[in-house]
């Protein structure tokens, strides 16, 4: 099963990086089953298909569980769970019949929540009709630390081949913990071969290694594209790369002061999905350059 980045909301919350890349997920487990319900009680775990592939089996214990529905003309959406820390927000959603992937409009107590992020189906043999969908930054919480969040969904793109939109009004309200983030040491700017990188942020929270950088002198398409390798990666101490999460780079200007000097100037996001223990080394490589940093990652 790959991972499907959806982009069709402009002007709302779910917005992809200009290019990126995106990693497999695993296309069969054992799937329990969740009872339909529009309460607060849930009586059974989310499935664990779903958490693996939305990026939060590690942090399963901190995924709230939901079981509330919401129906327009005899179509159920059900949000089951949602996850926020500091970098990422995730929602897991049910969906009787199946019908597509959500484009989802997040609001917090600050208003209109505008990030990149992606959307993908849960699937498995016998299986269908949950998607997960993420925004790649953090929601803004209250003094307590819990966001209170408002989900519109007024489309869902039909991911299978023939394509497709589905219309309608779903509305949720919930209250979601935000993970605390912790923040790493960043290295000053440095030169990779003809371009300069400033690392803006570097962050470990309980899901995620959090990563945000502006490289002067790459337009978008010389970090990420066919043939071209990672701009970024991290690796263990084997020098394997670990699972990426979020990869993409794009302008760093709105597009309307985009001109042909400043669009040679990238922002590069990314998130791998937090590892054991240990350290680890994050790699940038491009413009006849390479650079690394440790990486220390505790319990």
Same mark, same amino acid.
């Given at each position: 099963?790959?991972?499907?980045?959806?982009?069709?909301?402009?002007?709302?919350?779910?917005?992809?990086?200009?290019?990126?890349?995106?990693?497999?997920?695993?296309?069969?487990?054992?799937?329990?089953?969740?009872?339909?319900?529009?309460?607060?009680?849930?009586?059974?775990?989310?499935?664990?298909?779903?958490?693996?592939?939305?990026?939060?089996?590690?942090?399963?214990?901190?995924?709230?569980?939901?079981?509330?529905?919401?129906?327009?003309?005899?179509?159920?959406?059900?949000?089951?769970? &949602?996850?926020?820390?500091?970098?990422?927000?995730?929602?897991?959603?049910?969906?009787?019949?199946?019908?597509?992937?959500?484009?989802? *409009?997040?609001?917090?107590?600050?208003?209109?929540?505008?990030?990149?992020?992606?959307?993908?189906?849960v699937h498995a043999p016998g299986f269908r009709g949950d998607y997960?969908?993420?925004?790649?930054?953090?929601?803004?919480?209250?003094?307590?630390?819990?966001?209170?969040?408002?989900?519109?969904?007024?489309?869902?793109?039909?991911?299978?081949?023939?394509?497709?939109?589905?219309?309608?009004?779903?509305?949720?309200?919930?209250?979601?913990?935000?993970?605390?983030?912790?923040?790493?040491?960043?290295?000053?700017?440095? *030169?990779?071969?003809?371009?300069?990188?400033?690392?803006?942020?570097?962050?470990?929270?309980?899901?995620?290694?959090?990563?945000?950088?502006?490289?002067?002198?790459?337009?978008?398409?010389?970090?990420?594209?066919?043939?071209?390798?990672?701009?970024?990666?991290?690796?263990?101490?084997?020098?394997?790369?670990?699972?990426?999460?979020?990869?993409? &780079?794009?302008?760093?200007?709105?597009?309307?002061?985009?001109?042909?000097?400043?669009?040679?100037?990238?922002?590069?996001?990314?998130?791998?999905? *937090?590892?054991?223990?240990?350290?680890?080394?994050?790699?940038?490589?491009?413009?006849?350059? *390479?650079?690394?940093?440790?990486?220390?990652?505790?319990?």
């Open positions: 099963m790959n991972r499907v980045l959806v982009g069709v909301v402009v002007s709302a919350s779910l917005l992809v990086a200009g290019c990126g890349r995106a990693t497999g997920v695993p296309s069969s487990a054992t799937v329990p089953s969740v009872r339909q319900a529009s309460s607060l009680t849930v009586t059974h775990p989310i499935p664990s298909l779903d958490l693996e592939v939305a990026g939060l089996t590690p942090v399963a214990e901190s995924v709230t569980p939901f079981q509330i529905s919401s129906i327009d003309n005899g179509r159920s959406i059900m949000l089951i769970g &949602a996850y926020a820390d500091t970098a990422r927000t995730v929602f897991v959603f049910r969906e009787t019949p199946d019908m597509g992937l959500p484009n989802v *409009r997040v609001s917090d107590k600050q208003g209109l929540v505008s990030a990149g992020g992606s959307a993908g189906p997960y969908v993420t925004l790649d930054q953090g929601v803004h919480p209250g003094p307590d630390g819990v966001a209170h969040l408002t989900l519109n969904i007024a489309q869902l793109q039909i991911w299978t081949p023939a394509g497709g939109i589905v219309e309608g009004n779903w509305a949720f309200a919930v209250a979601v913990n935000v993970q605390p983030g912790q923040k790493l040491v960043a290295p000053n700017p440095f *030169r990779l071969g003809a371009w300069r990188v400033t690392v803006e942020t570097l962050e470990l929270t309980p899901d995620v290694v959090h990563m945000e950088a502006v490289v002067n002198g790459a337009s978008p398409v010389a970090l990420e594209g066919p043939g071209i390798p990672p701009f970024v990666e991290l690796l263990d101490s084997a020098g394997n790369p670990l699972r990426v999460l979020v990869g993409g &780079a794009g302008i760093t200007v709105p597009k309307g002061q985009l001109n042909p000097t400043n669009y040679q100037n990238s922002r590069s996001r990314n998130q791998w999905l *937090r590892p054991d223990a240990g350290t680890y080394r994050l790699r940038f490589q491009g413009g006849g350059g *390479r650079f690394e940093i440790p990486i220390v990652i505790g319990s």
